[in-house]
């Protein structure tokens, strides 16, 4: 099982990414799949996730969409109106049920850095 997240990087206050999470050995449908972050000091927290339906915790609720790409075996996460809170590395990993902010998570790649600073 591999994921690889990528598409961080340097945004103004108010501006958009969009995260990329790359998936191999195993079947896209068999997971859950979470986007979660970490910032210095702070918690991991979950943002979003997707399964059979969509979740989003309340701190990007509006701001943040999670879309899924069988065919490309690949999840997204656009993320609009970023704050500077915002900013953390971003990880995309399994997970046998969408629990957000906290949850127990199977397997996580490398994530990638998003920074939101004018």
């Known amino acids: 099982v591999q994921l690889q997240a990528s598409g961080g990087g340097l945004v103004q206050p108010g501006g958009s990414l969009r995260l990329s999470c790359a998936t191999s050995?195993?079947?896209?449908?068999?997971?859950?799949i979470v986007w979660f972050r970490q910032a210095p000091g702070k918690e991991r927290e979950g943002v979003s996730c997707?399964?059979?339906?969509?979740y989003y915790a309340d701190s990007v609720k509006g701001r943040f969409t999670i879309s899924r790409d069988n065919a490309k075996n690949t999840v997204y996460l656009q993320m609009n109106s970023l704050k500077p809170e915002d900013t953390a590395v971003y990880y995309c990993?399994?997970?046998?049920?969408?629990?957000?902010?906290?949850?127990?998570?199977?397997?996580w790649g490398q994530g990638t850095l998003v920074t939101v600073s004018s």
């Open positions: 997707i399964s059979t339906k969509k």
């Open positions: 050995g195993f079947t896209l449908d068999y997971y859950a």
């Open positions: 990993a399994t997970a046998h049920a969408c629990n957000l902010p906290r949850g127990l998570y199977n397997y």
